[in-house]
């Protein structure tokens, strides 16, 4: 039984785990029921809108902006992105770390100007995700397919399950934090101002970019441009890649999905150990640009408490359920057993 009540969220805490090595229990893969699609018009609208906006601003950020602008496009897709990955998501749907309120505050306004929603209502959807991954109570299935899982899950109404299941989810304790229930309440002046309003006049004031590279840049073209990252990590992560942790489920391992979702793409590792701020493996931290981002404050102070999973689980786990593609499977590891070694055929082998 969970000790406390912030523990009781049942989705990703040590004390949820039921297998021996302290890994979550892996959820049957079950295929989606036939619900039938439900329209939201207004979505599939505003988002036909912003993808064609973008792709002009994708033109305008080769061709006619300044480079201040394109420079202050990237600032703000990191910060954004670092919104999501170590707010929303590290930090406050798996609580894979503890943060001082500056750090909060930093992470609150990153998440505000990334617009995915208010960083209580994206961890819900996001506990829903790990807790029922891959049934009608994830708000982005992927059995329903690629374009479901990326931006589709957007444009109909949710699941019932969902609405059903999502009641006995406990999210008291980011409704504790006052930072997070001064965002939700105020989302509606503060998401615009920080997404689309202040991105748009700084290039202008500052360094005399045109109203109109201002906004197709470094409004409509990051903005999208993040969206699509982030939501690569629910459609390519759960798709393509290897799977050495746990082969029963579909999150992967996708190296490319990490490259831009800054670290977020080792999702076999993740789904497995939702709880490790890492989100990955020790030693993949060169394309975890966000665990770095946490280990920097965690050296001020300003991030603790940081969770991570030991090497001797993570071995456990692997020879467990893993689908063989693990590192430490590879020739010459120091647990590759020496009888194997000797029985292997080798071909053309140089003296070494
Ligand atoms: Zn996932
Ligand atoms: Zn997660």
């Not at 995700?129 to 009608?136: I, R, V």
């Not at 399950?161 to 965002?183: C, M, V, W």
Request: aromatic residues 16%.
């Amino acid at each position: 039984m969970a000790p406390n009540v912030t523990d009781a969220n049942g989705v990703l805490f040590e004390s949820d785990a039921a297998t021996p090595d302290f890994a979550l229990a892996t959820p049957p893969v079950e295929k989606a029921d036939n619900y039938p699609r439900i329209y939201v018009w207004r979505n599939i609208i505003a988002f036909t809108y912003l993808h064609l906006a973008a792709l002009y601003g994708g033109y305008l950020f080769l061709f006619s902006a300044k480079w201040q602008t394109d420079i202050f496009a990237y600032v703000l897709y990191v910060m954004s992105g670092l919104g999501i990955t170590a707010g929303a998501h590290r930090l406050w749907a798996h609580k894979s770390y503890k943060a001082k309120w500056p750090l909060r505050l930093i992470l609150v306004a990153f998440n505000t100007l990334a617009f995915q929603d208010s960083a209580i209502d994206w961890s819900r959807d996001h506990r829903m995700h790990h807790k029922y991954s891959e049934t009608d109570a994830d708000p982005h299935n992927a059995t329903r397919g690629f374009f479901f899982s990326h931006i589709g899950w957007l444009l109909v109404r949710k699941h019932p399950e969902l609405k059903k299941k999502g009641k006995g989810l406990d999210l008291s304790d980011l409704y504790a934090d006052p930072i997070l229930r001064f965002q939700k309440k105020y989302y509606l002046i503060l998401m615009p101002l920080a997404c689309f309003v202040l991105p748009t006049i700084i290039p202008v004031y500052f360094w005399g970019e045109t109203w109109k590279n201002s906004f197709f840049v470094a409004t409509m073209f990051r903005y999208t441009f993040i969206l699509n990252v982030t939501w690569l990590v629910n459609s390519a992560a759960h798709k393509w890649g290897h799977k050495p942790y746990d082969r029963n489920i579909k999150p992967s391992e996708n190296l490319s999905v990490s490259l831009f979702a800054l670290g977020e793409g080792f999702h076999n590792y993740h789904h497995t150990f939702p709880w490790d701020y890492k989100t990955a493996e020790l030693g993949n931290n060169r394309l975890n640009f966000t665990t770095n981002f946490i280990n920097f404050f965690a050296k001020i102070g300003w991030a603790y408490d940081l969770k991570t999973v030991s090497e001797e689980i993570i071995q456990n786990r692997v020879k467990r359920t893993g689908d063989g593609t693990h590192h430490l499977w590879g020739w010459g590891d120091k647990d590759h057993a020496p009888e194997e070694k000797k029985a292997a055929i080798r071909i053309n082998p140089k003296d070494d």
